[in-house]
């Protein structure tokens, strides 16, 4: 599948005359590993938003609480549809009445490392990993440092939507717990979503 096909559902629910988000159109440039991004959107619902990059796409998880430091907090993921990976960077102010409406901040961003293998811990495609429904990476972030892992727990069917666990593995780290996402502020330019909504604060902006 090229990333004109997976990227598809993500076009269908925009009008890119309207919302300032990438198409997806520019090609991306790679480099310097697999990148990652936190970020938070005040839509309906606030929520997180954790994307992984494989291969031409950010692969997508909207986490409600967001990840936590603490290996003892699952955290409830939902796919979403795959973004494109100029998406790492997009902060700003979707229109209301638009797909996801409402303002969104890089809260964090960064390369990770896969590290998913099979029983046998031989090293195993991430894709493919993830496909199957659990993968392991290690974040290289801003904030989030450490590994993680994500892990299918239902189907998505009859039964409901798919879901999905993100968490954390290894030593909790006291402090770098989930931030308030009002409080919170972007690793690009340092603002708030109250901030970005209304376009002030930060470098060189009003
Ligand atoms: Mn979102």
Redesign the pocket.
């Known amino acids: 599948m090229t990333a004109e096909d997976r990227l598809r559902t993500y076009r269908g629910k925009r009008d890119f005359g309207r919302t300032g988000e990438p198409s997806g159109r520019a090609t991306a440039d790679g480099g310097g590993g697999p990148r990652f991004v936190v970020?938070i959107?005040d839509?309906r619902r606030m929520?997180f938003?954790f994307r992984l990059q494989v291969g031409d796409v950010l692969k997508s998880w909207?986490v409600p609480k967001g990840p936590s430091a603490d290996p003892a907090d699952k955290r409830l993921a939902v796919p979403?549809e795959d973004h494109p990976l100029e998406y790492e960077d997009f902060e700003g102010v979707i229109p209301k009445g638009e797909y996801?409406g409402g303002t969104?901040i890089v809260w964090d961003h960064g390369t990770y490392e896969p590290l998913s293998h099979d029983r046998r811990g031989r090293p195993v495609d991430f894709a493919e990993s993830l496909e199957r429904g659990h993968a392991t990476f290690r974040l290289h972030g801003a904030k989030l440092h450490g590994e993680y892992a994500l892990t299918r727990f239902r189907e998505g069917g009859a039964d409901g939507e798919e879901a999905w666990l993100l968490v954390r593995k290894g030593p909790a780290r006291p402090g770098h717990g989930t931030p308030d996402p009002r409080r919170a502020r972007s690793v690009r330019t340092g603002r708030t979503l109250a901030q970005v909504a209304a376009g002030t604060g930060g470098d060189g902006a009003p």
């Open positions: 970020q959107h839509a929520h938003d909207s979403t996801g969104v």
